[in-house]
């Protein structure tokens, strides 16, 4: 896969030199190249901004130098062999950022991101890329931040450690929250590892009887215990023929009942803590 991030802040990116990304990309598997956006402008100050038309506060990214940068790395990606570019653009008003989308993403042989700062990129510039490649505009969450620079950091990470090879363990995608696979609709319970006893507290006794069936169903619950406490949505929405016999029994000890549609809603309020 290959990368290409467009910024006014190239130095944020550093961090795609280390850690999982870093490790993608020295195994030969990804190819990350980062360019500076103000490269690109003509005059004396690099001036990459402007006044919004129709006033309102803030600035506004300015056209040529988008354009220009964009042509140019795509021209060049091309030259080195690189084909099916996908524009990636992270704004609060993008599309969620979801595990579904980092896999989508993954299977792409070829992502540019075009990480904004002030109030965004004048909107030309992605309706005319559209015309050429997909365009994602991506939210990796319901905040705004100074720029897009560190949802380019989220977006990366979320898709490399899914390229072959990049996880050591291949196993470890699995049973993550949001992984696709078994526990897809629900987060994940707690974890323990060694010593059994830390600072007078005791791991969870069941982890150690060896019954791998209550094991499961200790994990089960837990995982339901916590998705009701912290993503009651995700409850909400599921499929009830999702929930067995005993998940039932389960969401009933947190107040958790079918509702006439059968999907679950809360029966009792919710406790803190
Ligand atoms: C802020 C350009 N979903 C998180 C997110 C992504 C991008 C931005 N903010 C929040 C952003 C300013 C300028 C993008």
New binding site residues.
Partial sequence: MRLDVVTIFPEYLDPLNVSLVGKARAHGRLGVHVHDLRQWTRDRHHTVDDTPYGGGPGMVMKTEPWGEALDQVIADGYESGARRPALVV???S?RPFTQELAVELSARPWLLFA??????IDRRVTEEYATRMPVYEV???D??????EA?VLVVTEAVARLLPGVLGNAESHRDDSFAPGAMADLLEGPVYTKPPNWRGRDIPEVLLSGHHGRIARWRRDQALDRTTRNRPDLIERADPAAFDKKDRETLSILGWAPGPDGRFGRTAPDVEE
């Fill in positions: 992270p704004t609060p993008g990480p904004a700062r002030y109030e965004g939210s990796i969450g905040y705004v931040l100074a720029g897009g949802a």
